[in-house]
């Protein structure tokens, strides 16, 4: 079977939703949680371990979305429609986040970082696996996976000039700022259905693979003559 080379176009159309993935990286490590523990008024002790706990919902997640994809494909194939699926989540829950309303608890940030990460977990996952099976040949998927990469390289400091540029100088000074979180907040939700649009719409999910397992897999380690043992 011959497959037909990604065209550049098409590469700069999958790796689009990179920029956003980065745009909402860097300030859920970064900006957040030192926004949410002096503007919002939560303590520090209190913040780190919502965080955490949010955090260590993907070891629950992240193997069920996996699975989920792997094994139920649609019409569609087996990664955009997770990827479409996950932008709701994220624009909800990123609105929330970005721009808290009413009393900040720790149950709100936590019931919100959930779903916020539900939806990142969909999204990278099913990003990442997709780039994987857009083509067979080994250079190729260096390619695609270059492209990917780039876009989400660029997307870190691109959030931050949006975030200096969007706000007075007085608040570009200090990014954990009200109006520096809201001016990341606009371009992550902004950007993000864009960006998914283009992607889903623009690329297909050419190949079917077999997914019978062929061999257990610590068996499958012991035989691998790059293993090693």
């Known amino acids: 079977m011959s497959y037909q080379r990604l065209s550049n176009w098409k590469l700069i159309c999958f790796s689009s939703p990179a920029i956003p993935i980065a745009s909402l990286g860097l300030p859920l490590t970064v900006f957040l ?13 209190t913040v780190g371990s919502v965080f955490l706990l949010a955090r260590l919902w993907d070891v ?42 009413g009393e900040i608890t720790a149950l709100y940030l936590f019931g919100w970082l959930f779903v916020l990460y539900v939806g990142w977990t969909m999204l990278t996952l099913s990003h990442m696996s997709w780039g994987a099976e857009l083509d067979m040949d080994y250079h190729e998927r260096s390619r ?67 997914l019978k397992v062929r061999e257990p897999s610590s068996e499958g380690l012991w035989k691998n003559n790059y293993s090693g043992y």
Do not use: C, N
């Open 33 to 45: 949680p030192q926004y949410y523990e002096g503007s919002m008024g939560l303590s520090l002790a």
């Open 60 to 101: 629950i997640t992240d193997p069920m979305m996996g699975v989920l994809s792997d094994r139920f494909p649609t019409r569609w194939g087996r990664r955009r429609h997770w990827i479409v699926l996950s932008v709701p989540l994220l624009l909800l829950s990123g609105y929330m986040i970005y721009f808290p309303s």
């Open 144 to 210: 695609i996976q270059g492209f990917r990469e780039g876009f989400l390289v660029a997307g870190t400091p691109l959030i931050t000039i949006a975030a200096i540029l969007s706000v007075s100088p007085e608040a570009a000074k200090v990014v954990q700022s009200e109006q520096s979180i809201q001016a990341i907040g606009i371009f992550f939700l902004v950007l993000l259905p864009i960006a998914v649009a283009l992607a889903v719409s623009q690329v297909g999910e050419p190949f079917k693979h077999d």
